[in-house]
């Protein structure tokens, strides 16, 4: 078997995977994107992924696109552990059920407040407007609060009682806002409860892949001071 990654640990899906790769021990050949250097916009990434997005696997001759696809693939292939991909039907149902709910309940509104507050600026050297930027605000933290008390609020995992691969998607979302100098865990007592434990079930793969990450939020807040 050969299995190819296509990623870049700055986009929050792909941190996901390739920690979900390290921790079911599944071997893969990494193959890093630069989404800052506009890699994905060349020729040579068109012809792997035609969107032209982050991540990608190739395993053998067949390419996947899009991050839940790839995780329910490699579930069927039987490369992740059944305790964090349960086959059961109805188990597999509840974890189906926040990873169709968490791509625009979650992911969208994280994601696109680190847009609006960070990249955009980066991207065209004008200051975001602040009133923009307060609707964002507003979205992601109306977002947060549905995932802290509807999902969090009566299980101690997104899925249930136990720890799936659902909850390290939504943990690697959650950490996207820190670089823009908002912390979930400061504000919700059931996230940071939560992520306490997905990081440490994760472990060592889930610091690895953010390490980046983690030197960004650093450095920002060293320059609050």
Request: aromatic share 10%; hydrophobic share 40%; charged share 25%.
């Amino acid at each position: 078997m050969t299995l190819k990654l296509y990623f870049d640990l700055m986009s929050q899906p792909s941190r996901a995977l390739y920690i979900l790769l390290k921790y079911a021990k599944i071997d893969f050949e990494p193959k890093l994107v630069d989404l800052r250097k506009g890699e994905h916009f060349t020729d040579e990434y068109a012809a792997v992924n035609r969107l032209k997005k982050v991540p990608v696997i190739v395993h053998n001759d067949f390419t996947l696109t899009e991050s839940v696809a790839i995780v329910k693939y490699l579930a069927r292939e039987n490369l992740i552990p059944e305790t964090i991909s349960p086959k059961e039907s109805k188990a597999q149902a509840r974890l189906d059920e926040f990873m169709a709910w968490q791509h625009i309940g979650l992911r969208l509104h994280t994601s696109m407040f680190f847009r609006v507050k960070n990249l955009e600026p980066l991207m065209t050297g004008q200051p975001t407007d602040p009133k923009r930027l307060q609707r964002y605000e507003r979205n992601m933290i109306s977002a947060l609060e549905e995932f802290d008390t509807k999902w969090l609020g009566h299980s101690d995992f997104v899925a249930g009682d136990r720890i799936t691969v659902a909850d390290l998607l939504a943990a690697c979302e959650l950490e996207q806002p820190r670089m823009s100098g908002f912390d979930p865990a400061l504000k919700y007592k059931n996230i940071a409860a939560w992520w306490v434990k997905v990081r440490q079930h994760f472990s060592p793969y889930y610091e690895e892949a953010h390490i980046i990450l983690n030197k960004i939020v650093q450095k920002n807040n060293a320059a609050k001071l």
